[in-house]
């Protein structure tokens, strides 16, 4: 006991290591209170060992070496954000877990503009009065659908919830059993109905509906039909669905209002570049339907948003319903969506410039080229015996609950460990200042070309090199 008294004479006061040089220094961008926090508990892990008799003189004094880095390390971790970028190597272009679709970066130099300085959200400037915060995003929504009038709420769910909350109260609704879907984060078309007040009237099968199903429960309180794109899963086989042309029939002979939720809400038909066909908004207003909603951050590659396109009578009553000041958008939201939706006006601008679309339609060759770079970067950095890369063909998904079974073929870079844990490694990746998302299977890990940029070959390279050290035990 004696002896350990000693050893705890020789744990530095906190007031001394304030007085470091290098602590000091950290203070410029740190709090304050985060430094002392650091200290404090770093001092109090040393004196914990040293009670434990886990150390040793020489391991303390080993240990009061690297004291001030172990502060600054701890003090700079609870200093940073909790919310941060990471690197997508997964591949899958709409990842819901890691931040859906990318904004392209003039659209939110527009967005810093917008939101450090004040705007004309809701005034009008030829007026010089009060004016409509939906008055932004409805012509330039117009002039790429088609529609008559458009609005923008939070999301697609909140669109959703607000149309059927504004058409339907109390009254049915008529959708096919096989469009009732579920999608992440439990949004269910069944209980969105029921939150709203309408009643769902589910008709034909899970893979089989008509449209005579959808004629036979037609009565007096039905308030439309409704149809879902079932975007995250696909009835194959022996199946048959009601279009939305089909219905367009039948809505009008019963004058009722059709809905149609597209999910994804493509504006660009995506065939073009070898994916599969996804309806896109045009064709749903081309069709007769009243009331369309879609996602801003799925395949348009927008902010999050729940677009509303269709008829003014029905976009009005939208309008009135105190859902939709629940449901409202913020200005940074109308700004990011306004200039993501210019660059729809050529289609050929849309693609270069929107990051998803760019992402979902690069060329195999271009893939090719950018594995080549990121291969030789890699290669120039990382002499690693127990760490082997190679070029590879594998497939990305698009993701986000869209074309669920389009598999695109893609280039990878395929890491091989000799004698090394992968899950400990892809783990490392994971914790690194920038984590690095990656697919691991088989033993080897993947990284897709397709959603990683070339601007972060440098931060993966650096980012592996710091994984290899960690497994290795050079760094904790
Ligand atoms: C994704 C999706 C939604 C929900 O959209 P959010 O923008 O995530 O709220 C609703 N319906 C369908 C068919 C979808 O695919």
Do not use: W
């Not at 008294?5 to 001394?16: H, Q, S, T």
């Not at 000091?24 to 040393?46: A, F, M, Q």
């Not at 064709?283 to 909603?293: A, P, R």
């Amino acid at each position: 006991m004696a002896k350990n008294r000693n050893l705890f004479k020789l744990i530095p006061k906190v007031d001394e290591l304030l007085e470091e040089e290098r602590i000091k220094n950290i203070l410029d961008t740190v709090p304050r209170k985060y430094v002392v926090d650091s200290i404090r508990e770093e001092i109090e892990l040393l004196r914990d060992d040293i009670k434990n008799n886990r150390l040793d003189e020489k391991d303390i004094n080993e240990r009061n070496k690297h004291l001030i880095d172990l502060v600054i390390d701890r003090a700079n971790n609870k200093n940073a954000l909790h919310l941060k970028r990471v690197i997508n190597g997964t591949g899958t272009v709409i990842h819901t877990n890691i931040g859906r679709s990318l904004i392209n970066e003039e659209v939110m130099k527009n967005v810093i503009d917008i939101a450090t300085n004040y705007s004309n959200l809701e005034y009008d400037l030829q007026k010089g009065e009060r004016g409509s915060r939906y008055s932004h995003l409805k012509d330039i929504l117009v002039e790429i659908t088609g529609a008559e009038d458009a609005m923008v709420v939070n999301n697609n769910a909140a669109a959703v919830l607000l149309v059927l909350s504004t058409i339907a109260n109390e009254r049915e609704v008529i959708v096919s059993r096989g469009e009732l879907i579920e999608i992440g984060g439990s949004f269910r078309i069944p209980d969105v109905m029921e939150q709203s007040g309408a009643i769902l009237k589910a008709v034909g099968t899970t893979n089989k509906t008509h449209l005579r199903d959808f004629e036979n429960a037609i009565n007096e309180n039905t308030a439309g039909l409704l149809k879902v794109h079932t975007s995250n899963y696909r009835i194959l086989g022996f199946t048959s669905s009601v279009l939305a042309e089909e219905l367009y029939t039948l809505k009008t002979k019963y004058n009722l209002p059709l809905i149609e939720d597209l999910g994804s809400g493509v504006l660009i038909d995506l065939s073009k570049f070898g994916l599969q066909y996804e309806p896109t908004v045009q064709d749903s207003i081309k069709s007769g339907v009243d009331i369309v909603t879609f996602s801003g951050d799925k395949l348009l590659g927008g902010p999050q948003a729940g677009i509303i396109v269709g008829k003014k009578e029905y976009i009005d009553a939208m309008k009135k319903n105190p859902l939709t000041r629940a449901f409202r958008v913020d200005k940074f939201t109308i700004s990011a969506l306004e200039a993501t939706l210019k660059f729809y006006i050529e289609e050929k601008i849309a693609i270069e410039k929107i990051p998803t679309l760019n992402m979902l339609s690069i060329s195999i060759e271009e893939l090719n080229k950018k594995a080549i770079r990121l291969y030789n970067i890699l290669m120039e950095k990382i002499s690693d015996k127990k760490c082997r890369f190679e070029i590879v063909d594998s497939y990305s998904e698009v993701g986000g609950g869209s074309l669920p079974l389009e598999k695109i073929p893609t280039k990878c870079i395929m890491i091989t460990l000799n004698r090394l844990s992968i899950t400990s490694f892809e783990r490392s990746l994971r914790e690194y200042r920038i984590p690095i998302i990656t697919r691991v299977y088989k033993d080897n890990m993947y990284m897709d070309l397709r959603t990683v940029r070339e601007s972060e070959f440098n931060i993966l390279a650096d980012g592996i090199v710091y994984g290899l050290n960690r497994l290795k035990g050079c760094i904790q």
